[in-house]
């Protein structure tokens, strides 16, 4: 019963390197999301989509990008990596309905250096 | 402003004491909110929705006031095991999509 899965669940990148965090979820939801939390804050939307071939902007979309290719998977992309994006980051998928509970993946922590 | 916002705590209660959190909201088209919970280094879970009538499941009371744009948490008899972060959660778009939390309130119980 995998539910959320997200690949890497660690890794360590230099300035100006890209790459990719992958959410893979087997509940057949519509919608997906990627949050980064930073030490002692909350959550905060990177992006968001709410069925395949959409995506959508978040409170802080700047520096990554996001592919929604197939419904079961959501991809990360950071481009240019900056230490600034040293985070962990959180993917979940949304159960059907206004009032349908999110499902997080164990989170993927990145450090830039 | 931010779109949801807590009071960062930390709030450091007894066991058996009643603690209260407030979250407000400032997209007054908002459809949804919940509160979630978060243990130290590990994904957040659902704690429960919170409806207008306002919801109870067991120790754990919720309210919203629309109209003063403001979603409450009550824990009645904290337990050892309520320490954790609690997230305020709300749906904020007309579309229902876009869910945005709060930075949190922190919670530890002594014993």
Redesign the interface.
């Known amino acids: 019963n995998a539910g959320v899965t997200q690949t890497p669940k660690f890794r360590v990148l230099k300035t100006g390197q890209s790459m990719t965090l992958l959410c893979a979820q087997d509940m057949n939801h519509e ?1 997906m ?1 990627w ?1 980064r939390q930073d030490p ?6 990177i992006h ?1 989509s ?1 069925g395949e071939g959409t995506t ?1 902007k ?2 802080v979309p700047d520096g990554y990008n996001v592919s929604r290719l197939k419904k079961q998977n959501f991809l990360l992309g950071l481009e240019s990596a900056a230490p600034s994006q040293t985070s962990v980051y ?1 993917c979940a998928s ?1 159960a059907p309905g ?2 349908g ?2 499902f ?4 993927s922590r990145l450090t830039v250096l | 402003r931010k779109e949801v916002e807590q009071d960062p705590g930390p709030f450091n209660v007894p066991e058996g004491a009643t603690v209260a959190f407030n979250c407000t909201y400032s997209n007054s088209a908002s459809q949804s909110f919940f509160w979630y919970r978060q243990d130290c280094r590990k994904e957040p879970k659902l704690l429960m929705s919170v409806y207008s009538s306002g919801n109870e499941d067991g120790r754990f009371t919720a309210q919203l006031n629309r109209a003063s744009q403001y979603i409450s948490l009550l824990i009645r008899d904290s337990k050892l095991s309520d320490s954790a972060t609690y997230l305020c959660v709300v749906n904020y778009s007309s579309s229902a999509s876009k869910i945005i939390f709060g930075s949190g309130t922190r919670l530890s119980i002594r014993p």
């Open positions: 919608y999301y949050y002692g804050m909350g959550l905060r939307l968001y709410v959508a978040g409170e959180f949304r206004v009032t509970e999110l997080f993946g164990e989170g």
